[in-house]
């Protein structure tokens, strides 16, 4: 098992920092597998991420992948931005806020994490219903602790009662959660255990914050490479050669 | 009359964090001490603070390399990793500090870290 980060962005989308930049300094701080999940708008986009994202894993020989945020305002306007984008990055981020893209996130197979459904929320925008619908479905709640680094003091307080509330449903319910650093620019990249010891301070067992660093996302990352290789046919078919 | 040294059995459980600061510019060890109290009063509090005798260390601080040790109690250091990560400025000046390693004694600090 490698410590994975999901997260990271680059200048893309929203970063300032390059895909180089960026991965070089989180393989220093011990991260093995990255993903760039920025914010796409269309096929020139893929390419050009994907293109500077392979350039960089054989320039430093760790894995990188490319990966999508997807911002959405409604259900419809969510289902039509990941099933264009799945079928050509290996991690689709989709960002929550708005109740029915939170529960239409959980709700979907293809989703491989649904980040901060608090954003700009009084409550905590995740329940039980969610926690189950997302264990189902294998996606997975997904926290930047750029956010926690980036709120002032008053927010950090409602921020991190927040995110302990939906942690604390998602171990009841066994759904899967990933941190990541959702660095925007490299001063924001921390250690792998780092995020595991703010998990352990939040009140959670060493075993749980491995799993949100190690285990969830390196099955996201599994599933992703299963579905791309050349044998995929259907979920649970393979092709074998004889 | 002087106090007796406690037995070795009866003393509070120390570790050491080492840290190394990455910056553009050098730190020097009165900004980074007053940064690290201001910063640790704000995430854990004064309780929390005094229960866990934290310490930094000046004789083990490293200019050149920029390495740092702080001595917490054993049972806090899982909180004080976390608000070292919080930190995000030293007197203007952006950071991130990287923990290298937790030590149960300055000796082994010093030979795994500092030389």
């Known amino acids: 098992m490698k410590f994975c980060d999901l997260g990271l962005r680059s200048n893309f989308s929203a970063g300032e920092n390059s895909v180089l930049e960026m991965a070089e300094r989180a393989k220093d701080f011990g991260y093995e597998v990255l993903a760039f999940s920025d914010y796409l708008l269309n096929l020139r986009d893929i390419e050009g991420l994907k293109r500077a994202v392979s350039e960089a894993s054989k320039k430093l020989g760790c894995e990188i992948y490319a990966g999508v945020r997807i911002k959405a305002l409604n259900k419809v306007e969510l289902i039509r931005k990941v099933k264009f984008f799945r079928n050509f990055v290996h991690v689709v981020v989709v960002e929550g806020g708005n109740l029915e893209v939170n529960r239409g996130a959980c709700s979907m197979p293809e989703v491989d994490i649904l980040a901060h459904p608090e954003n700009g929320r009084d409550d905590s925008g995740f329940d039980h219903v969610m926690a189950s619908l997302a264990r189902e479905n294998h996606t997975a709640l997904g926290i930047d602790f750029s956010k926690i680094l980036e709120a002032d003091s008053r927010s950090r307080i409602s921020l991190l009662r927040k995110i302990r509330k939906n942690l604390r449903i998602c171990e009841h319910c066994r759904a899967p959660v990933i941190f990541s650093t959702g660095a925007m620019n490299v001063w924001e990249i921390r250690g792998p255990r780092e995020i595991m010891s703010l998990i352990q301070a939040l009140g959670f067992d060493y075993d749980f914050a491995e799993k949100a660093l190690l285990q969830n996302p390196n099955f996201v990352i599994q599933r992703a490479n299963e579905v791309f290789s050349k044998e995929f046919v259907a979920p649970g078919v393979k092709r074998y050669e004889s | ?115």
């Not at chain 2, 510019?25 to 910063?39: C, D, G, Q, R, V």
């Not at chain 2, 854990?44 to 005798?53: A, H, K, M, Q, Y």
Request: aromatic share 10%; glycine share 4%.
């Open chain 2, 1 to 115: 009359m002087n106090l007796n040294p406690l037995p070795p059995a009866m003393r509070e459980k120390k570790r050491y964090i080492v840290i190394k600061i990455l910056s553009n510019a050098k730190i020097e060890y009165n900004e980074l001490s007053y940064t690290l109290w201001n910063e640790f009063t704000r995430f854990l509090g004064e309780f929390e603070l005094s229960i866990s005798r934290a310490w930094l260390i000046e004789d083990l601080f490293d200019q050149e390399n920029q390495i740092a040790v702080l001595r917490v109690n054993h049972n806090f250091v899982e909180n004080f990793r976390a608000a070292l990560a919080l930190i995000k400025e030293i007197s203007g000046k952006k950071v991130a500090i990287k923990v290298l390693g937790v030590t149960g004694t300055i000796k082994s600090a010093k030979e795994r870290f500092l030389t």
